[in-house]
T-cell receptor, first 112, second 111 residues
Framework: KAGVTQTPRYLIKTRGQQVTLSCSPISGHRSVSWYQQTPGQGLQFLFEYFSETQRNKGNFPGRFSGRQFSNSRSEMNVSTLELGDSALYLC???????????FGQGTRLTVV | GENVEQHPSTLSVQEGDSAVIKCTYSDSASNYFPWYKQELGKRPQLIIDIRSNVGEKKDQRIAVTLNKTAKHFSLHITETQPEDSAVYFCAASKNDYKLSFGAGTTVTVRA
């Protein structure tokens, strides 16, 4: 079956703009989590959605938001982009808690 | 919230030697501890995991140990091979989908 799919793979944006990233989970997975990966910082948890509800949120400013649709696909939005938002954004889906999280290939965002 | 610390940040080993990565966690309620491997330019992938009701788990050359009292867990790779070169992340979770990751260990296996 298809894995976790993220689009687009690469994005270049200017400071102050906004961006929307998309994630399609594995079929049957109702949970989607988002992570920011930067060199030296590892994977920082952004938020997690289950059945269209945000259930967990990490320590990121309100400029970072997301949503989940009825088909479990999720989007992440970052408004008023800053240079420091440049990172690899990964989403992951899981079938159940405390089980393997399957990651997408990520979206590489560069803010100039 | 949960805080996971991972050491060392970089590790260089001779091919055939063993590699050990250690992680500590802060939340005693955490009960699931996976390890992910991320090769250069690729997505993280689960290599092994352990739950709090088990002290040790092994899968071929990879093993993980858990000490709940001390709140630390370790990844052991024996007979390292060049394909083991990657970044390894430990993580902790407690009955939910959120994973708290360590900062990662870059492992280089020298031929």
């Amino acid at each position: 079956k298809a894995g976790v799919t993220q689009t687009p793979r690469y994005l270049i944006k200017t400071r102050g703009q906004q961006v929307t990233l998309s994630c399609s989970p594995i079929s049957g997975h109702r949970s989607v989590s988002w992570y920011q990966q930067t060199p030296g910082q590892g994977l920082q948890f952004l938020f997690e959605y289950f059945s269209e509800t945000q259930r967990n949120k990490g320590n990121f400013p309100g400029r970072f938001s997301g949503r989940q649709f009825s088909n479990s696909r999720s989007e992440m939005n970052v408004s008023t982009l800053e240079l420091g938002d440049s990172a690899l954004y990964l989403c992951a889906s899981s079938r159940m808690p405390n089980t393997e999280a399957f990651f997408g290939q990520g979206t590489r965002l560069t803010v100039v | 919230g949960e805080n996971v610390e991972q050491h060392p940040s970089t590790l260089s080993v001779q091919e055939g030697d063993s590699a050990v990565i250690k992680c500590t966690y802060s939340d005693s309620a955490s009960n699931y501890f996976p390890w992910y491997k991320q090769e250069l330019g690729k997505r993280p992938q689960l290599i092994i995991d352990i739950r709090s009701n088990v002290g040790e788990k092994k899968d071929q050359r990879i093993a993980v140990t858990l000490n709940k009292t001390a709140k630390h867990f370790s990844l052991h790779i024996t007979e390292t091979q060049p394909e083991d070169s990657a970044v390894y992340f430990c993580a902790a979770s407690k009955n939910d989908y959120k994973l708290s990751f360590g900062a990662g260990t870059t492992v280089t296996v020298r031929a």
